[in-house]
C-alpha cells in the first residue's frame, strides 16, 4: 500500500511546472504531488521503460538528473499510489513519430502502473491560446512546422520552416488578459479547463457541451490523427492535456462543481 503521494513527470521545470502547480493549487486537494522533471523528450523515456518492463519509472527517474535523485530521496514505486506524465505533441520534435505516440498512450494508460499520460497540442502553450471562446473551439495550428518530411513536394516548406515560434504565437493571438498566465485568478483558470475540457468532448463527441465521463487520451489522439493530422499540411486542434488530466483525475461531475460559471 503507498502513502497516497501522487507523482508528476513533466518535461520541462518551466511552464510545465508552475501549470501543474496551479491546476493542482485551484482545483484539487491534498496531498501535493510530487514533481520530477525528465529534462528531455518523453519518446526517450518511452523507449527506455518499454524496451525493459521490469524496469521501475520511479529509478529511471532518479538516474535521470541530480534534481530527481533529492526529490525522490527516500521514496519507492510502492510509495505513489499514482503517476502522471504530461507530453507536448511536439510534432517538429526530431523524434517525433505518430506512430510511437500512439504506442506511448496505449503503454502509458494505467496510473497505477507506469503512469498515465495527457498530451498538449501542440506544447503546453495550448492552455492560454485562447483568443476568444468561437476561434478556440475550432482553433487549429501546424503539427508539424518544418519537421513533416515534406521537403521535397511542399513548394512551402521553406516558408514554413522560418515561420513564427508557436510560443510567440500564442502570445500574440491569446486573449490579453490570458498574456501572463503568471496574473491569472481562479475565474480565467475556470475558463480554461471548462472550454479545454469542452473543446475535448467537442472532438471526439462532435458535442459542444460538458462531457458526462471522461475523454480517453487514445480517442483524442484517433481524431487528431484521423481529421488533422493527416491533411496534406499536418494540422492539429488546439488542446491542453491538463485540464483533461483534472477531468480524469476528478470525474465529470465534480470538476464541473469546480468550474461552472
Known amino acids: 500500500m503507498g502513502k497516497g503521494l501522487r507523482l508528476y513527470v513533466l518535461e520541462g521545470s518551466h511552464p510545465d511546472g508552475f501549470v501543474s502547480d496551479c491546476i493542482t493549487g485551484n ?3 491534498v496531498p501535493v504531488p510530487v514533481k520530477c522533471v525528465y529534462g528531455t523528450s518523453m519518446y526517450k523515456l518511452y523507449k527506455e521503460l518499454a524496451s525493459e518492463p521490469a524496469l521501475d519509472i520511479v529509478e529511471v527517474l532518479r538516474a535521470s538528473r541530480a534534481e530527481n535523485a533529492m526529490i525522490l530521496d527516500g521514496l519507492t514505486k ?6 502522471y506524465l504530461f507530453f507536448d505533441y511536439d510534432g ?4 517525433a513519430d ?3 505516440v500512439r504506442d506511448m498512450l496505449t503503454f502509458f494508460n494505467d496510473e497505477m502502473e507506469y503512469g498515465k499520460m495527457f498530451v498538449s497540442y501542440p506544447m503546453v502553450e495550448a492552455l492560454r491560446h485562447y483568443p476568444d471562446r468561437e476561434v478556440f473551439m475550432r482553433l487549429v495550428v501546424k503539427g508539424k512546422p518544418g519537421g513533416c518530411g515534406k521537403h521535397r513536394v511542399c513548394i512551402d516548406f521553406n516558408s514554413c520552416k522560418q515561420e513564427k515560434h508557436y510560443k510567440k504565437v500564442v502570445t500574440a493571438e491569446c486573449r490579453t488578459d490570458l498574456v501572463n498566465w503568471g496574473k491569472y485568478g481562479l475565474d480565467e483558470w475556470k475558463l480554461l479547463v471548462r ?3 469542452m473543446k475535448g468532448n467537442l472532438l471526439v463527441d462532435g458535442v459542444d457541451a460538458w462531457p458526462e ?4 487520451q487514445l480517442d483524442i489522439f484517433d481524431v487528431q490523427e484521423r481529421d488533422y ?5 499536418p494540422r492539429v486542434s488546439v488542446l491542453s492535456g491538463f485540464p483533461l488530466f483534472l477531468l480524469d483525475y476528478l470525474g465529470s461531475s465534480s470538476l464541473w462543481d ?3 460559471p
Open 213 to 216: 465521463d471522461v475523454i480517453g
Open 27 to 29: 482545483f484539487m486537494t
Open 78 to 83: 510502492h510509495d505513489f499510489d499514482s503517476v
Open 98 to 100: 505518430d506512430a510511437i
Open 195 to 197: 472550454d479545454h475540457v
Open 258 to 260: 469546480k468550474v461552472r
Open 92 to 95: 517538429h520534435n526530431t523524434n
Open 229 to 233: 493530422l493527416s491533411m496534406a499540411c
